[in-house]
Nanobody, 125 residues
Framework: QVQLVESGGGLVQAGGSLNLSCAASGRTFTINTLGWFRRTPGKDREFVAAISWKGGNTVYSESVKGRFTISRDNAQNTVSLQMNNLKPEDTAVYSC??????????????????WGQGTQVTVSS
């Protein structure tokens, strides 16, 4: 099993930036894809971005493309999400997740078997 711990959330004004980090431990050799999802009360979990662990290929949701950048550090077993030009609608709990299959690059949350606890991001207008 893979354990994931997020950090870096907080409160920021619209137009500002935050960098989220996720540290993976445990059976990290099983990771194929790492992804970020977000959730707000009353809404379904939303895919944000994903990165393939070996090749570094990336995929983004349309709502964050051009503003967010996902990256990974294989040596440190971490994945980061740099969020720029934040908007109030980006307010959510952000969670990272690990997928052993590769299907996570399609943004399908059911392919992710390990999840972190999440970190709150709040963007004020």
């Amino acid at each position: 099993q893979v354990q994931l711990v997020e950090s870096g959330g907080g409160l920021v004004q619209a137009g500002g930036s935050l960098n989220l980090s996720c540290a993976a431990s445990g059976r990290t050799f099983t990771i194929n894809t790492l992804g970020w999802f977000r959730r707000t009360p009353g809404k379904d979990r939303e895919f944000v971005a994903a990165i393939s662990w070996k090749g570094g290929n990336t995929v983004y949701s349309e709502s964050v493309k051009g503003r967010f950048t996902i990256s990974r550090d294989n040596a440190q077993n971490t994945v980061s999400l740099q969020m720029n030009n934040l908007k109030p609608e980006d307010t959510a709990v952000y969670s990272c997740a690990a997928d052993p299959t590769g299907l996570g690059m399609r943004g399908w949350y059911k392919s992710f078997g390990s999840w972190g606890q999440g970190t709150q991001v709040t963007v004020s207008s």
